[in-house]
């Protein structure tokens, strides 16, 4: 069964620092997305990515973040300057256009000291 | 805007105890539906959708759930659950294929041996 397989699984950052997270979606996927969920919190929705431009974004995706797909394989997200509240688990997930759902990555995790 | 309510936070139960899930959606126009599970440390993974047709939806793991219109609900159901049901459960809805999920606060539930 095709994955979206995502890198790193676990990233610890100091505060301010610049973060890229990565996601190798399903080849055949058209719509990408990024979610994250605090820890023990709901998952929110950051942005969506189609034809490589972002569809919509979120309240949440302010100047700090940007996503981009540099190759036409790896779709990344970059946070500038991390703060404390970025730590949670990111999700990429890809929109399969046969099944209609969305496919997500294991996430990965990012913890901001 | 859309939102997702899940009414528990919590489900403690027992192995062979029956399962229901709430979920309720504000939304006025055609929306699909989806629940997506997330067993301990693993990413979030389709357990049934719907779309149109048939409201009662047969999903992965003997799950159900049933879809209804008028009360703008969603819920999940399994007639007996298995110790390997503990995980957290999350209803999400969007308005059409591709668009972005929007997702309920999640059900942690726990089945006791």
């Known amino acids: 069964e095709p994955e979206v397989t995502q890198t790193p699984s676990h990233q610890v950052t100091q505060m301010g620092q610049e973060v890229i997270l990565r996601c190798v979606p399903i080849s055949n996927h058209l719509y990408f997305y990024w979610y994250r969920q605090i820890l023990g919190q709901k998952v929110e929705f950051l942005v969506s990515f189609y034809n490589n431009e972002i569809s919509e974004k979120s309240e949440i995706f302010d100047d700090q973040f940007s996503v981009e797909r540099p190759d036409g394989s790896n779709f990344t997200l970059k946070i500038r300057s991390t703060k404390l509240e970025d730590s949670a688990m990111y999700f990429c997930?890809?929109?399969?256009?046969?099944?209609?759902?969305?496919?997500f990555g294991e996430g990965s995790r990012l913890t901001v000291l | 805007a859309q939102s997702v309510s899940q009414h528990n936070h919590h489900v403690i139960l027992s192995e062979a105890a029956s399962l229901e899930l709430g979920c309720n959606y504000s939304?006025?126009?055609?929306?699909?539906l989806f629940w997506y599970v997330q067993y301990p440390g693993q990413h979030l993974q389709l357990l049934l959708k719907?779309?149109?047709?048939?409201?009662l939806v047969k999903g992965i793991k003997g799950f159900e759930a049933e879809f209804i219109k008028s009360k703008f609900s969603f819920n999940l159901r399994k007639p007996s659950v298995q110790w390997s049901d503990t995980a957290e459960y999350f209803c999400?809805?969007?308005?059409?294929?591709?668009?972005?999920?929007?997702f309920g606060g999640g059900t942690r539930v726990l089945v006791k041996p």
């Open positions: 939304y006025g126009g055609t929306v699909n």
């Open positions: 719907y779309f149109s047709g048939d409201p």
């Open positions: 999400a809805v969007n308005e059409a294929a591709g668009n972005k999920l929007t």
């Open positions: 997930a890809g929109f399969g256009r046969d099944t209609g759902e969305l496919f």
